[in-house]
């Protein structure tokens, strides 16, 4: 029987160079080091959050644009997203920048959605160069789908922290001595019924786990094939529900398993559960993981971001949480 969903990159396209962009209180993450650009304040110096949030993503990917020689207008094709009411900072970014814009919603998962997008279009010989990434901002992005901030509600072990950060990926045809994108899967929508916001790991750890087993099957892959396989922003409730999971599949949880929402702020319990936003998987998988690839460290990683695909309308309505997962498997030879 066919898995379906499962992408297999014939002519593996490569990711050239990448660009992290992050804000103050990232510093505290211990992946910091390795961001290229940490901001002073939450707002990138400008006027709004939302314009805070926009330049938070034109400078990853100049940063990214840089470290391959090319400037905007080099660029085939822009894809990327965020959690704000009709992807606005990307909207703004976009207008910037002046890259034909693909605006990519996978809520949390858009960093691998994108990275899935631009290496589609460059196995199919339709691009050359395409920048591919999400972010997020704080504070754009609590007010919207959790209690207002200003209110100060206590939260509950439960929560995840909205991180300030946005990554991008320059995605081109292979070449030697960057990571490849072989193989990807893409997720399905999965709604196990929950509606709270302040518990998006326990929504999405069945949409991980769903895309983890399809991907191993459809690919014809174990666990053991990978160095690392990290989850997006499951957060330490969400992550013990995926290894749950696992067990019941006969899956053993092993030390190659993470989740970059566990791991963003070092596992401070002033972050509650740990990590969120669509900018939490784009700065570790294109940072840590990549600049490990680079090295050598890793030969094989399988990165899984996950996504709570609700809006602020769906959540004042009493609605239910979908959610979703994307897989994208790279390596380096």
Known sequence: MVTRGVIQFKTAPSIAATGVTAGPLERKSPFFESFDKIYDGERSGLDTNEHGHAKLMEDATMIALSKVNAVPEDADFFLTGDLVNQMTPSNFCATTLGIPFIGMFSACATSVSSLLTAAILTDAGISELAIAGSSSQHNSIERQFRYPIEYGVQKGDTAQW?????????????????PSIERGTIGKAIDMGMTDPLNMGAAMAPAAADTLFRHLEGHGASIDDYDVIMTGDLGKTGYEILKRLADLKGIQNTDNFRDAGVEFYGKDPKFFSGASGAGCSAAIYFSEIYNKLLSREYQRVLLIATGALLSPLSFQQGDTIPCTAHAIELTMK
């Open 162 to 178: 909205t991180v300030t950060a946005a990554g991008a990926a320059a995605v081109t045809p292979h070449c030697e001595g960057v």
